[in-house]
Structures are given as structure tokens and as C-alpha cells.
């Protein structure tokens, strides 16, 4: 994975994660939380993208970060909000 990709990656998270928390608003985490959460889940969602071999050229692997830093980002959110929700109660 090149630092392009990664960087896409980690910006899809970051999206992701909002989106995540705007969608399913009492797991949400804030901004900040949202955030940092899609973030964490961009990277991971680019590594295991990248370990799999996935890519197809420049504009599938730009594609692939996308998607795959989009989707790890908002489940990254969504998982975490469930572990603060459950540890608040």
C-alpha cells in the first residue's frame, strides 16, 4: 500500500465515521470520536485490502482505498459506539 492509498484510506475512514454517526446517532461519539474512530478504521480497513491483493491498477486501488477506508471507518465507529454504550449503562 503506498501513501497515497493510505491517505485516501484514512480520509474515506474519517468520512465513513461521521456518517456512521450521523446514521446511527445514539452510538455516535461526537466529531472528534467519529473521527478519530473512522480514522482507525480506514487504516485497518486499507491494510486488509492490501493484504487480500486487492488493486487492479491505479484507479482500482484508489477506488478500493476509498470503499475500504469508507466501510472500516464507519464500522470502527459503530463498534466503538456499542462498547461505550454497553460500559455506560
Given at each position: 500500500?503506498?501513501?497515497?492509498?493510505?491517505?485516501?484510506?484514512?480520509?474515506?475512514?474519517?468520512?465513513?465515521?461521521?456518517?456512521?454517526?450521523?446514521?446511527?446517532?445514539?452510538?455516535?461519539?461526537?466529531?472528534?470520536g467519529?473521527?478519530?474512530?473512522?480514522?482507525?478504521?480506514?487504516?485497518?480497513?486499507?491494510?486488509?485490502?492490501?493484504?487480500?491483493?486487492?488493486?487492479?491498477g491505479?484507479m482500482g486501488?484508489?477506488?478500493g482505498?476509498?470503499?475500504?477506508?469508507?466501510?472500516?471507518?464507519?464500522?470502527?465507529?459503530?463498534?466503538?459506539?456499542?462498547?461505550?454504550?454497553?460500559?455506560?449503562?
Amino acid at each position: 500500500m503506498d501513501r497515497m492509498e493510505l491517505i485516501l484510506g484514512l480520509i474515506a475512514g474519517a468520512v465513513g465515521g461521521n456518517v456512521a454517526g450521523g446514521v446511527f446517532k445514539t452510538l455516535s461519539l461526537g466529531l472528534t470520536g467519529n473521527s478519530l474512530a473512522g480514522i482507525l478504521g480506514g487504516g485497518l480497513g486499507g491494510q486488509a485490502l492490501s493484504a487480500l491483493g486487492a488493486g487492479g491498477g491505479d484507479m482500482g486501488a484508489i477506488a478500493g482505498a476509498l470503499v475500504s477506508g469508507g466501510a472500516g471507518g464507519g464500522a470502527v465507529m459503530i463498534v466503538l459506539g456499542l462498547i461505550r454504550r454497553m460500559l455506560v449503562k
